[in-house]
């Protein structure tokens, strides 16, 4: 059982740069999340998902884009990666909203 | 707007004393409390979960309780080990059912 799994670990980008996080869950959960953390300013979420076909923004959306493709995988997009965006990207998932979340390894993102 | 407090920010004790960890959240509107583990570089463990309703919860060495009216929960180790170096997370979810967390206490157990 793998619980949430995330692609890639590590990326370095130059700014301008677009690429997609990848974020897979095996736990039939309903509802998948996608957070930033930053020294200082602790956990944020981004975007999340409450149900399949469903996404909505978190408290810091801008500069990013959510396709939530099947139950099991809710991938982030970057379309023009800046240097502000260098942080750790992380995938969670959750029964229903008000449950327990479950959390990725995370995605190190470094944007040059 | 929520916002949940950790104080303090970090901690070094001796291995065997008992600790709390202490956190705070502005609105007290809240369906539960949840408290995590995250190891450097890792992701985040969830460690235990209280309901609006409870007082308490508890896991092994683990304890963890909650007053909602005075916007206040602790979760206190008992007999603390070197491999309880971490950081812990508070993180509260209410009417928006999104979870809002701390910045976190980063605890350093001496042997």
């Known amino acids: 059982n793998a619980g949430v799994t995330q692609t890639p670990k590590f990326q370095v980008l130059k700014t301008g740069q677009s690429m997609t996080l990848q974020c897979a869950q095996d736990?039939?959960?309903?509802?998948m999340y996608w957070y930033r953390q930053d020294p200082g300013m602790g956990l944020r979420l981004i975007y999340y998902s409450a149900s399949e076909g469903t996404t909505d923004k978190g408290e810091v959306p801008n500069g990013y884009n959510v396709s939530r493709l099947n139950k099991r995988e809710f991938s982030l997009r970057l379309e023009s990666a800046a240097p502000s965006q260098t942080s750790v990207y992380f995938c969670?998932?959750?029964?229903?909203?008000?449950?327990?979340?479950?959390f990725g390894p995370g995605t190190r993102l470094l944007v040059l | 707007k929520q916002e949940v407090t950790q104080i303090p920010a970090a901690l070094s004790v001796p291995e065997g004393e008992n600790l709390v960890l202490n956190c705070s959240f502005t609105?007290?509107?809240?369906?539960?409390l949840q408290w995590f583990r995250q190891d450097p570089g890792k992701g985040l463990t969830s460690l235990l979960l209280i309901q609006s309703s409870q007082r308490e919860q508890t896991s092994g060495r683990l304890n963890a309780s909650l007053d909602k009216s005075s916007g206040r929960s602790t979760l206190y180790i008992a007999a603390s080990q070197p491999g309880d170096s971490a950081t812990y997370l508070c993180?509260?979810?209410?009417?928006?059912?999104?979870?809002?967390f701390g910045k976190g206490t980063k605890l350093t157990v001496n042997p």
């Open positions: 609105d007290s509107a809240i369906y539960n």
């Open positions: 736990m039939n959960h309903n509802s």
């Open positions: 993180a509260v979810v209410g009417g928006s059912e999104k979870l809002v």
């Open positions: 969670a998932s959750s029964r229903k909203r008000t449950e327990t979340q479950y």
